[in-house]
């Protein structure tokens, strides 16, 4: 069936290094896909957001890459902070649909 | 600003016992989520509402139920209360095809 999965559980890195978290996804008709941070006793928050038609999008100290061919999704931190230490979710959502499709999520610890 | 809120943000209950939580959200938004957060689970939906009047059963449905009597609210009412659904849940928003916003969630302990 459709899911939405992430490679790595766990991730730490050093305080001011780049982080680079990454998703797999199954379904290939899906035409939206969204980054969220969860902190420890918060909802998710949205991030970064992109569409099918593109294959990167940047924002604030964040990048999400996109490639179509092997249906992976990545984020990644650059210069990350102390603040940056959370739980981070990808999502989809399939053409036509409105549900969200949510990966298992991938902690990322940032380490002084 | 507009904003979802959830309440309460936790609560201990009995087994057996009706619980009703409360989302509100201002952003206008016309579709309304709810989801609960286990270890290992990760998100899993439990009801959603596209609308007015409008609710669908979610992949985790049993045991809980939703009206949607306005566009703000969507209150999550859980029957009969059992130990398996202690969890922390969480209620969003979207418009359209479009990002959710989530609340900070209700911490639910049943005893």
């Known amino acids: 069936g459709e899911s939405v999965g992430l490679h790595l559980p766990t991730l730490s890195v050093q305080e001011g290094d780049n982080s680079i978290i990454n998703c797999a996804y199954s379904?290939?008709?899906?035409?939206?896909f969204i980054w969220y941070k969860q902190e420890s006793g918060k909802g998710p928050q949205f991030i970064i957001d992109?569409?099918?038609?593109?294959d990167k999008r940047q924002g604030q100290r964040v990048t999400v890459l996109l490639n179509k061919t092997v249906k992976h999704l990545s984020l990644q931190i650059a210069a990350t902070q102390p603040g940056d230490s959370a739980v981070y979710f990808c999502?989809?959502?399939?053409?036509?649909?409105?549900?969200?499709?949510f990966g298992q999520g991938t902690r990322l610890t940032i380490n002084p | 600003d507009a904003e979802i809120t959830q309440s309460p943000r936790h609560k201990i209950t009995e087994t057996g016992r009706q619980v009703t939580l409360a989302c509100h959200q201002t952003?206008?938004?016309?579709?309304m989520f709810w989801y609960r957060q286990d270890l290992g689970h990760g998100l899993r939906l439990i009801h959603y509402?596209?609308?007015?009047?409008?609710?669908n059963k979610g992949e985790v449905s049993d045991g809980y139920s939703v009206s949607r009597s306005n566009t703000e609210d969507l209150p999550l009412t859980l029957e009969s209360a059992a130990s398996s659904q202690t969890s922390v849940y969480f209620c969003?928003?979207?418009?359209?095809?479009?990002?959710?916003?989530f609340g900070d969630g209700t911490r639910l302990s049943i005893l």
């Open positions: 969003a928003s979207s418009r359209g095809s479009s990002a959710q916003h």
């Open positions: 379904n290939s008709a899906s035409d939206y």
């Open positions: 992109i569409r099918s038609n593109m």
């Open positions: 999502a989809e959502i399939p053409q036509g649909a409105q549900k969200l499709v």
């Open positions: 952003w206008n938004h016309n579709n």
């Open positions: 509402s596209y609308g007015v009047h409008d609710t």
